[in-house]
């Protein structure tokens, strides 16, 4: 199973980016949680979002919240991450992750790396001027 992470690329402050988390070798589906990490250069990864597929059970990072929506697309099978009012320290490098496991993860546990079974490479997001 891989993912991959797409959509990101350079936008000005206040603009808007819209990543995607698509899955292969494995759809999503059941209890399967898809969570949004980022890691800024010199910084450690840390949790943006992550979304519990069954019942769209969302958790979201202080830091983001009321500016990023993250969603699932059931026709595409992918997670999605509308990211709206972007600034400077939004740059880093978004990392999707899924938890493929039959076992349901309580929402507490989806700001956690060690949740996740399968990282995607990454894209990155710069704000800039």
């Known amino acids: 199973v891989q993912l991959q992470a797409s959509g990101g690329g350079l936008v000005q402050p206040g603009g808007s980016l819209r990543l995607s988390c698509a899955a292969s070798?494995?759809?999503?589906?059941?209890?399967?949680?898809v969570g949004w990490f980022r890691q800024a250069l010199g910084k450690e990864r840390e949790f943006v979002a992550a979304i519990r597929w069954r019942d769209y059970r969302k958790v979201y990072a202080d830091s983001v919240k009321g500016r990023f929506t993250i969603s699932r697309d059931n026709t595409k099978n992918t997670i999605d991450l509308q990211i709206n009012s972007l600034r400077a320290e939004d740059t880093a490098v978004y990392y999707c992750?899924?938890?493929?496991?039959?076992?349901?993860?309580?929402?507490?546990?989806?700001?956690?790396?060690?949740?996740?079974?399968?990282w995607g490479q990454g894209t990155l997001v710069t704000v800039s001027s």
């Open positions: 992750a899924a938890r493929f496991s039959e076992v349901a993860a309580t929402t507490s546990f989806f700001s956690r790396p060690n949740t996740y079974d399968t």
């Open positions: 070798g494995r759809t999503f589906s059941g209890y399967v949680v």
